[in-house]
C-alpha cells in the first residue's frame, strides 16, 4: 500500500519560529546510491544539519520527504503563511511541477531552492526549474551545505526572521 503520509523526521516544534524543509522524489534514497553525483550523506543527515542550523538562530525545523507531488502540496498548504521561510530541493518535480511552483508562490516567507549536484552540468532536461523565478536564491551544486546556506539566506531576507532588538 502507498503510504502518502509525508516522512518526518524533526517533531513539530513549539517555538516562536520555523524553517519549512521539503525534499521531493527519491531523496529518501540518499546515501544509498548513486554516491559520485550525491554524495554520501542522508536525508536524516540533510535534516539534522537542517535542525542544527536553524537551532543557531533560535529558528525550529519541519521538514517533510515524500515522493507524491499532493503530499509536498499540502505540506506547503500547510506551513505556507506560518513558515520564516521555505528551503525546497524539489527533485525531479523541479524541471515538471507547475503545481508545486503555484503553491509556492502563495508563502509568506522566502523560498531557497536547493540542489545538491550542479544541475547545469548535467542533463538538458535539468536546466530548467519551475522554481527559480519565484524564488529569492538558488544554491546548486554545493553538497548538502547547500542547505546551510539556504536557511542562513532565508535568516538573512525574511521579515519573519527574529531580529536583533
Ligand atoms: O541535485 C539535486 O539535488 C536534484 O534535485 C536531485 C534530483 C534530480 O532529479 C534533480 O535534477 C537534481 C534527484 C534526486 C535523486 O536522488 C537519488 C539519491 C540516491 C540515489 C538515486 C537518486
Redesign the pocket.
Known amino acids: 500500500m502507498v503510504d502518502l503520509a509525508p516522512r518526518t523526521s524533526v517533531p513539530d516544534p513549539t517555538g516562536p519560529g520555523f524553517i519549512a524543509v521539503l525534499n521531493?522524489?527519491?531523496?529518501n534514497?540518499?546515501?544509498?546510491?548513486?554516491p559520485e553525483?550525491?554524495g554520501r550523506d542522508t536525508l536524516a543527515d540533510i535534516e539534522q544539519l537542517c535542525a542544527d542550523t536553524a537551532s543557531t538562530f533560535g529558528l525550529d525545523v519541519r521538514c517533510a520527504q515524500s515522493n507524491h507531488e499532493g503530499v509536498l502540496l499540502d505540506a506547503v498548504h500547510d506551513w505556507r503563511t506560518a513558515a520564516v521561510g521555505f528551503v525546497v530541493?524539489?527533485?525531479?518535480f523541479?524541471?515538471t511541477s507547475v503545481a508545486l511552483r503555484d503553491a509556492l508562490a502563495t508563502t509568506t516567507g522566502p523560498l531557497m531552492e536547493?540542489?545538491?549536484?550542479n544541475?547545469h552540468a548535467?542533463e538538458p532536461f535539468?536546466h530548467h526549474s519551475y522554481l527559480s523565478d519565484i524564488a529569492a536564491g538558488v544554491i546548486?551544486g554545493c553538497g548538502i551545505q547547500g542547505y546551510r546556506f539556504a536557511i542562513e539566506r532565508l535568516v538573512a531576507i525574511s521579515p519573519l526572521a527574529p531580529r536583533e532588538a
Open positions: 521531493g522524489p527519491n531523496l534514497l540518499l546515501g544509498q546510491r548513486e553525483i550525491y530541493n524539489a527533485g525531479a523541479t524541471h536547493v540542489h545538491i549536484s544541475v548535467r535539468r546548486v
